[in-house]
């Protein structure tokens, strides 16, 4: 089959179409034929080397996309909550790797059924990055009417959802942006107000909140997390998951103490721990785009062999919204 590959660590330029063998099928998993799949800066941070890859080169990128099955063998003990597959089934998934190809096999706990309504397209383009928000507004921070809210990187993939996500739940939100195109997106979204990452965020944030800054900050970024702790309030709270900007400074928890500031770390992982967890989580992320409670936008529809522009648009920063790769 054909797939997006590469052999050795680098920019873009280290990724071409390849023939690589077909995983084999076993109990309890399912061949995918893929109709789209997400591309994400942790593919970027693999093709570099900066996140671990298992087995020897090639190496295929991809955690995220939706497809239909071609053949499905049922597991040799299904658990209670394993769901039932077979052939024709439309499925997503948020956490399956080698999804850069024309096929790819997962394990049926892995799989997301998706309604009628949730195209390949929209799942590939929502997954990964809807249930990252949906945990950060539910169970990182349980965002509520009247909260001030400041969100890094706000016209990115999640920043954009977060956005939607803190308005529909009734709070004011000040969004975090690199130009103006992607203010005019964040302001679409939702945010009240938007300020340059240039410029004095966290003045801004104190500003916006008048209470000495916001209820919490959503940091993506990393290296802005001194920052995000003074833009919060006394009693404030920092949810912290993603270094897009570069690893965090160490924080003192002594100043944690003196300003009873919370400090939280966030990793998707960590929530979708079965199959029930993923199909559930997922179901609330469904209805939320079906009732127009959140929309995604998708930037950009690249062929897999121009895998090489997709991460090179991805990595300029210019796009708003999910690139998506079609095999």
Avoid at 88 to 117: Q, Y
Avoid at 132 to 144: E, M, P
Avoid at 175 to 204: F, I, L, Q
Avoid at 231 to 253: E, L, N, T, Y
Wanted: proline share 7%; charged share 25%.
């Amino acid at each position: 089959m054909k797939a997006l590959a590469f052999d050795r660590f680098g920019g873009p330029e280290v990724l071409h179409l390849a023939e690589v063998p077909l995983p084999p099928l076993e109990p309890g998993m399912a061949r995918v034929r893929v109709e789209a799949a997400g591309l994400n800066f942790a593919d970027v941070y693999r093709r570099k080397g900066t996140y671990h890859l298992e087995g020897p080169p090639p190496y295929v990128l991809g955690y995220e996309g939706a497809g239909v099955i071609e053949e499905a063998l049922p597991p040799a003990a299904p658990g209670e909550d394993t769901p039932r597959f077979k052939a024709g089934d439309r499925v997503g998934f948020a956490d399956v790797p080698r999804a850069n190809a024309e096929w790819f096999v997962a394990p049926w706990r892995k799989l997301i059924p998706l309604p009628a309504g949730i195209d390949a397209e929209l799942a590939a383009a929502s997954l990964l990055q809807g249930l990252t928000a949906q945990y950060l507004v539910s169970d990182s921070h349980r965002v509520g009417p009247g909260e001030t809210v400041l969100v890094h990187a706000a016209a990115g993939g999640v920043g954009l959802l977060l956005v939607q996500l803190c308005r529909a739940r009734g709070a004011r939100v000040l969004g975090v942006v690199g130009s103006e195109e992607k203010a005019v997106a964040a302001r679409t979204a939702g945010c009240e107000d938007t300020v340059r990452s240039s410029e004095d965020w966290v003045e801004r944030a104190q500003a916006f909140s008048r209470t000495g800054g916001v209820d919490v900050v959503f940091d993506s970024v990393g290296a802005t997390l001194p920052g995000s702790l003074r833009a919060s309030r006394r009693g404030g709270h920092v949810v912290f998951f993603g270094m897009a900007g570069g690893d965090p400074p160490k924080v003192d928890p002594r100043e944690l103490m003196d300003t009873s500031r919370s400090l939280t770390g966030g990793d998707l992982w960590n929530v979708l721990t079965s199959s029930a967890e993923r199909v559930r989580r997922a179901g609330e992320l469904f209805q939320w785009l079906a009732e127009g409670k959140v929309e995604v936008r998708i930037a950009a529809r690249y062929p897999l062999a121009e895998g090489a522009q997709a991460h090179a648009a991805l990595e300029s920063r210019a796009t708003i919204g999910k690139i998506l790769l079609i095999p």
